[in-house]
Nanobody, 121 residues
Framework: VQLVESGGGLVQPGGSLTLSCAVSGRTSDYFSIGWFRQAPGKEREGVAVIGSTDATYYLDSVKGRFTISSDNAKNTVILKMNSLKPEDTATYYC????????????????WGQGTQVTVSS
């Protein structure tokens, strides 16, 4: 499986960014796809996930600001990020086969090279 992210960059607080992920090489029909992030010195955290049954999950701190979507085959996954805050600064990774327990990502599966998002004035 290959995942290639794009769309990161520098944005001012309150601004918006859209991240895109191209997924290739999948052979199964039912799988999860989503985004996690990691800031320097911090643990990885799942940000938004589309589950194997297409239910969506969001990190509490991004609810109402971020929206995840995909095409029907989950070959392209989009993360629209609005009202960005400095604490959203991190490297964002697209991943597949994430495992969630009680609404929290516990296994980050397979991921791409990441794209940097920096929120700063």
């Amino acid at each position: 499986v290959q995942l290639v992210e794009s769309g990161g960059g520098l944005v001012q607080p309150g601004g918006s960014l859209t991240l895109s992920c191209a997924v290739s090489g999948r052979t199964s029909d039912y799988f999860s796809i989503g985004w996690f992030r990691q800031a320097p010195g911090k643990e990885r955290e799942g940000v938004a996930v589309i589950g194997s049954t297409d239910a969506t999950y969001y990190l509490d701190s991004v609810k109402g600001r971020f929206t995840i979507s995909s095409d029907n085959a989950k070959n392209t996954v989009i993360l629209k990020m609005n009202s960005l805050k400095p604490e959203d600064t991190a490297t964002y990774y697209c991943a597949t086969d994430l495992v969630m327990v009680a609404g929290t990502v516990t296994d980050f599966g397979t991921w791409g090279q990441g794209t940097q998002v920096t929120v700063s004035s």
